[in-house]
């Protein structure tokens, strides 16, 4: 389209110019009898009309090329967000869906006064119910008694293939705590959803030490290998007059006994002190793959399972995301393998990574491996 302006704009100019002349020559007649034979020989009226003819020919084409740009800056915007209502929660802050409820935190940092977790229950019914008029969803208080509730984690569903198996029930956990003085003694809350009486019970995952932390994020992760989804969280501690400082660490899920209730809080391990304090991204432990190439431009991923085509070949894992690039309409990217020379870095094409959702959503927003 641009290419395409710019002939039809080189092409005005020309006939612009024409037409100047034609202009010229009109007024030289009304004052110049004696000119008249020149202007003939120069140009003829077959010759002016088909300038004209021309002109009005380019003007369109530019009408329909801007019309078409404009057509299609329009249609690839992005829409603006439209407000389509509220929810009265007072002071909102993470929010999350379980099955068809919505669970909402909200903190306080005014001394004394308790955090909460707020449940829209049944939402799609209540949006059906009221015209899917927002301002007319109600909110129930679902757990009381907080210090400073943060980001919600739901607990893994059982019928989840992929995700590490737990004892406990259907509901979520929720990092409490922050700096104000009296909220920063935090815990990993877990909330017992499978209940119908508001509010919901709670157990905490983490114990209370001698240090207060706060807690923010937490991730369900086998962190033992014993099938067991483990907490992942980080904390942070300020106290007054001190550094403020950050650990990761990880709780551990307790094997079940049968007929007896699952323990708390869970034992507590330390993976890095000084370490990050409020956010951190899981990477999903990547399978065992194998490597093949067919040509230098395509190449593909092999489970572990297909050792036995390739009994030369060792087992490559990705270590990170160097690059990406279209490739015949695909998406692929440029794969560094763990313990493997740069040499061996190869182009993937995304639907062969889908083991690698972590280590790509790191490339894509720029985080460090």
């Known amino acids: 389209l641009v290419v395409l302006q710019s002939l039809v704009v080189l092409q005005s100019l020309v006939v612009l110019q024409s037409l100047s002349l034609i202009i010229l020559q009109s007024l030289s007649l009304s004052h110049h009898h004696h000119s008249v034979t ?41 829409p603006s967000p439209r407000l389509l209502g509220g929810i009265s929660i007072p ?53 009381d008694g907080l210090l400073w509730p943060n980001e919600i984690t739901v607990v893994p569903s059982p019928s989840a293939a992929s995700a590490p198996r737990t004892a406990l ?27 119908t009486t508001l509010p919901y019970p709670t157990a905490h995952i983490s114990p209370f030490g001698a240090t207060p932390y ?46 007896e209730p699952l323990r708390f809080p869970w034992r507590e391990h330390l993976i ?29 991923l092999a489970s572990s399972s297909s050792s036995s ?18 490739m015949q309409h695909r998406v692929q990217y440029l794969v560094k393998w763990r313990d493997r020379p740069e040499e061996e870095n190869c182009w993937m094409d995304s639907s062969d990574l889908q083991n690698c959702t972590a280590l790509i959503a790191c490339f894509e927003v720029g985080f460090p491996h």
Request: aromatic letters at 8%; a neutral charge; hydrophobic letters at 40%.
């Open 38 to 78: 020149l202007i003939v020989s120069h140009l003829t009226m077959a010759e002016s009309a088909a300038l004209w003819c021309r002109a009005i020919a380019l003007l369109l084409l530019l009408a329909v090329s801007m019309t078409t740009v404009a057509t299609t800056t329009s249609s690839s915007t992005t």
């Open 169 to 195: 029930d259907s509901g979520f956990l929720v990092g409490d705590g922050f700096l104000p003085p009296g909220k920063n003694n935090g815990s990993v809350v877990y909330v017992n959803t499978t209940g």
């Open 272 to 300: 890095k002190d000084g370490g990050p304090d409020i956010q951190f991204l899981v990477a999903p432990p990547a399978k065992a793959t194998e490597r093949t190439t067919s040509s230098s431009s395509s190449s593909s």
């Open 214 to 259: 706060f807690y923010h994020l937490c991730a369900f992760v086998d962190m033992n290998q014993d099938g067991w989804a483990d907490v992942l969280t980080a904390r942070a501690t300020k106290p007054l007059g001190r550094q403020a400082t950050g650990q990761l660490v990880w709780f551990e899920h307790p094997v079940p006994v049968t007929g």
């Open 91 to 143: 002071k909102p802050a993470f929010a999350a869906t379980l099955g068809d409820d919505l669970f909402v935190t909200s903190f306080s940092g005014v001394p004394g006064e308790a955090g909460k977790v707020y449940v829209v229950p049944r939402i799609k019914d209540q949006l059906r119910a009221n015209a899917y008029n927002l301002s007319a969803l109600h909110a129930e208080v679902a757990v």
């Open 309 to 326: 085509a390739l009994p030369t070949e060792k087992a490559r894992l990705p270590e990170r995301i160097l690059s990406k690039r279209m």
